[in-house]
């Protein structure tokens, strides 16, 4: 996680394209007596905070240690003893990136080109002190102080965007087909991507399919969800505009070759929880970026905005946003050389840096509740809260309820805990089938709700029992179930009656995700219902007597004791049997700065602050308790409608 003290903002700094170049050069061969021998520590932006530690003699490095703790454990983590061998291989900084880890590659890079310009006396020595700021409970901190000397240059432009994630990408695109002068920035070397799954009501898609939904029914459901805590006229704008924001994404995509599908409802759909159906995703299958990667809508998103004149400035962090007379001017950033940079917007900065899901500091003051039902977490590796807490130095007010959008889809070995330090540990298994509503079970062995519901339902309920988790049972029938299941959205396992795609079929599932979650140990596999019992931890007596009964309901087709569809009340009876220890899955938090219907940020009095916009999951007044999964990607829908509404009418103003 980021460290967030004030003290350690004015403490980081990264090293120049110069020196990298002289660390990645320079010293494969060195001559002797080139080192001023010692230890020396320089520290670089990945993920988050990775600091390289090297010693060395007059000649060369003897010793690499990296503290890669902020970076995602499966990933940065897991690629640190590869660089360490790299960098004591290569002598030097110049080393290649470990696959799939490439931002925690280069961040290594830079910190080791500064510790060799450091021992080699051409730059002074950078002090990296540990402290204890990630327990001091102050996870908002202070804006840092800047010295205008160390300022390099300013850039002047109409809208600055902060963020190039799925909502960033349609503002910047969005101003610049406006005729708008725009910048979008972004702390990593490329956008974060834009989601697949995107909610709206009315699209042609939806049109062409029939899907009809009443906009007041969708407000009001919208509105049970989160208890009230939203703001309908919000709600009602995207009701009103997501259709259009869609069908433009659509055309888009067309331009490139890629069909946008609507993910339509089944026509007899009589589950307990209505659904809503929402969600559009593109068909990505045989498309090419033009470079032999497959085609995404971050790529065509892009190549649309740069072709309409927009500006990129990629490895670059906002630092904090400027404020003159009342009104956000603009901010300052830090950009891939560690140079300070002013940017100037005259018209708006709209911030979309994704919510503050990666950090946990954060989310253990305003939520902690939510991270005692936890086991994995899947957001955005940018979400660290930077853009929050610059809106809210900068006077606006946050939500005061606080959430997470978690999925019911991780599953743990049986004697692992769940929390955060399971999360962060990354040592967790994907269970992408999680949220079919198979028979499920506490700690007890005992059944304790009715499983088809919405993903959170479960894991809320879990906090009422032994463990805060569950256990999922299935048996050797499952993939048929899982095709007469009639789920929703992404959590569907085989094509939508319209054709359209699922996000994972159960061919995949049972090809590929559930053999490695066997394999690792996050799925069980017995002959009898006692053998899953023992293997899962579970009182096996107990658990025989519970599924005996779940299969007594399956063979009536009604269930007496939870009142679950009977289309969904599957029998556990054929061996071999599977079982997994599950909890929850964090996708992205879902409080954040309130706005208004222009995006506008709202300071703590109520009124909008003057040039400062907020989108996406930096954004508030939307979503409270959980996420409506059963509106397929509304949270994404939200997030796009609303990027190309205040992309377009800051063009305008």
Not at 153 to 163: A, C, H
Not at 219 to 243: I, N, P, R
Not at 343 to 357: I, N, R
Request: glycine share 12%; net charge neutral; aromatic share 10%.
């Amino acid at each position: 996680m980021t460290d967030l003290s004030r003290r350690n903002f004015l403490r980081k700094s990264f090293v120049g394209s110069a020196a990298i170049a002289a660390g990645s050069t320079a010293f494969a061969a060195s001559p002797a007596g080139i080192y001023r021998p010692g230890t020396y520590s320089a520290k670089a932006s990945g993920i988050g905070d990775v600091v390289v530690t090297m010693t060395f003699d007059k000649d060369r490095i003897t010793d690499v240690v990296l503290d890669v703790s902020h970076e995602t454990p499966s990933i940065g983590q897991a690629a640190a003893s590869e660089l360490k061998r790299m960098l004591m291989a290569s002598q030097g900084a110049g080393i290649d990136a470990v696959s799939g880890a490439t931002i925690t590659s280069k961040a290594v890079s830079q910190a080791a080109a500064k510790c060799i310009a450091q021992a080699k006396g051409e730059i002074p020595v950078e002090v990296i002190e540990k402290t204890d700021a990630e327990n001091d409970g102050d996870w908002l901190g202070k804006p840092p102080e800047i010295d205008e000397k160390s300022i390099a240059k300013t850039r002047e432009t109409d809208i600055l965007v902060v963020g190039c994630g799925t909502g960033g990408m349609f503002a910047v695109a969005a101003a610049a087909e406006a005729g708008a002068k725009v910048i979008g920035i972004d702390r990593f070397a490329t956008g974060t991507g834009i989601r697949n799954d995107l909610g709206a009501l009315n699209s042609r898609y939806q049109k062409a399919w029939g899907t009809k939904i009443d906009k007041f029914d969708f407000v009001t459901m919208a509105t049970q969800y989160a208890a009230g805590h939203l703001s309908q006229d919000l709600v009602k704008l995207f009701c009103e505009k997501s259709g259009e924001a869609i069908d433009w994404y659509g055309d888009r995509l067309k331009e490139r070759g890629v069909e946008l599908w609507h993910e339509s409802g089944d026509k007899v759909d009589e589950s307990r929880y209505e659904h809503f159906a929402t969600g559009h995703s593109p068909r990505w299958r045989g498309t090419d970026d033009g470079t032999g990667k497959r085609l995404d809508g971050n790529r065509i998103l892009f190549d649309y905005a740069v072709s309409k004149g927009a500006e990129f400035d990629f490895n670059t962090r906002m630092v904090k946003l400027e404020k003159t007379a009342g009104r956000v001017t603009g901010c300052i950033a830090r950009d891939g050389d560690g140079k300070y940079v002013r940017y100037v917007a005259k018209k708006g900065v709209v911030v979309a840096t994704g919510g503050y899901a990666q950090n946990y500091r954060m989310m253990e003051a305003l939520q902690p509740w939510n991270l005692r039902i936890i086991g994995r977490n899947g957001a955005m590796p940018g979400a660290h809260g930077d853009g929050i807490r610059a809106c809210l130095w900068a006077g606006a007010k946050m939500d005061e309820t606080h959430s997470m959008m978690m999925f019911d889809r991780c599953a743990l070995r049986p004697d692992q805990k769940t929390g955060v330090e399971t999360a962060k540990s990354g040592d967790n298994g994907f269970f992408w089938m999680g949220s079919q509503p198979w028979l499920k079970v506490n700690a007890d062995g005992r059944r304790f709700m009715n499983e088809s519901g919405t993903y959170e339902n479960i894991l809320h309920a879990d906090e009422y029992q032994k463990g805060h988790c569950h256990y999922t049972l299935f048996d050797s029938n499952w993939t048929t179930y899982a095709q007469q299941f009639k789920m929703h959205g992404c959590s569907r396992l085989y094509p939508f009656e319209n054709g359209a795609d699922p996000n994972n079929s159960y061919e995949v599932v049972r090809d590929k995700m559930l053999p490695k979650l066997l394999e690792k140990g996050f799925v069980v596999k017995a002959d009898t219902i006692e053998e899953l019992g023992r293997k899962l931890g579970l009182p096996a007596e107990e658990l025989k007597r519970t599924v005996d009964r779940y299969n007594e309901l399956a063979r009536k087709g009604v269930d007496e004791d939870y009142g679950k569809e009977s289309f969904r009340l599957t029998p556990v009876d054929k061996a071999p049997f599977y079982g997994a220890k599950n909890t929850g899955y964090v996708l992205c938090t879902m409080d954040g700065i309130q706005i208004d219907t222009h995006m506008n940020a709202i300071d703590t009095d109520g009124s909008p602050i003057p040039g400062l916009y907020v989108i996406g999951n930096d954004s508030g007044c939307f979503f409270a308790n959980e996420y409506p999964n059963l509106a397929t990607g509304m949270a994404c829908g939200r997030t796009v409608t609303f990027g190309r509404i205040v992309g377009s009418e800051l063009a305008r103003s």
